[in-house]
């Protein structure tokens, strides 16, 4: 099965900061990477795919990057609706797998 | 508008059987592949199994598989989940959620599922 790590798990940053979220794969999973948002008691909403690609009526702010292993998801901007918990997910190979998540909370 | 409802869940003891359902609506449910998908209590989320939009295809979690059946009704426009041998670390809410292309675009507000004794 391949593996998502997802780095950092915890990330405490203020409205405007810049924010990076590193998703490395075990293998090879060309650009087949999704990034997901989560509110507490909510389903998942998805943000990225295909690792760069926005989706529809997701603010600019948020932008996906990379290929094969490496994955990053960007916040240019942080604004206090993007306090969340974060995940990335492979869809290249089943078993389909996710990454440990990435909570990002008010300084 | 696409709308996914799951139900069926609940409190079961160890090794027992549930049987969750998502009713879908708003779309032509046969053109689409369909997920499982949970997240235990305060943890990350765990894909669990996929079923093509003919029902021939399916694959499982290896956490599932064995254990669980995926299975889909078109003329009903529901999706099944057949949880048997139910272990404590099952316990999550389940959600139903419809894939297009390769990429998920619709989830159901999810079912929670207990495993206690």
């Known amino acids: 099965d391949i593996q998502l790590t997802q780095s950092p798990s915890f990330l405490s940053a203020s409205v405007g900061d810049r924010v990076t979220i590193t998703c490395r794969a075990s293998?090879?999973?060309?650009?087949?990477l999704a990034w997901y948002q989560q509110k507490p008691g909510r389903a998942p909403k998805l943000l990225i795919y295909a690792a760069s690609t926005l989706q529809s009526g997701v603010p600019s702010r948020f932008s996906g990057s990379g290929s094969g292993t490496e994955f990053t998801l960007t916040i240019s901007s942080l604004q206090p609706e993007d306090f969340a918990t974060y995940y990335c997910?492979?869809?290249?190979?089943?078993?389909?797998?996710f990454g440990g998540g990435t909570k990002v909370e008010i300084k | 508008q696409v709308q996914l409802v799951e139900s069926g869940g609940g409190v079961v003891q160890p090794g027992r059987s549930l049987r969750l359902s998502c009713a879908a609506s708003g779309f032509t449910f046969s053109r689409y592949a369909m997920h499982w998908v949970r997240q235990a209590p305060g943890k990350g989320l765990e894909w669990v199994a996929v079923i093509s939009g003919d029902g021939l295809n399916k694959y499982y979690a290896d956490s599932v598989k064995g254990r669980f059946t995926i299975a889909r009704d078109n003329s009903k426009n529901t999706l099944y989940l057949q949880m048997d041998s139910l272990r404590v670390e099952d316990k999550a809410v389940f959600y139903c959620?419809?894939?297009?292309?390769?990429?998920?675009?619709?989830w159901g507000q999810g079912t929670l599922v207990t495993v206690s004794s």
């Open positions: 997910q492979q869809v290249n190979t089943y078993p389909l797998t």
């Open positions: 959620v419809r894939w297009v292309g390769d990429y998920p675009d619709s």
């Open positions: 293998q090879g999973i060309s650009s087949y």
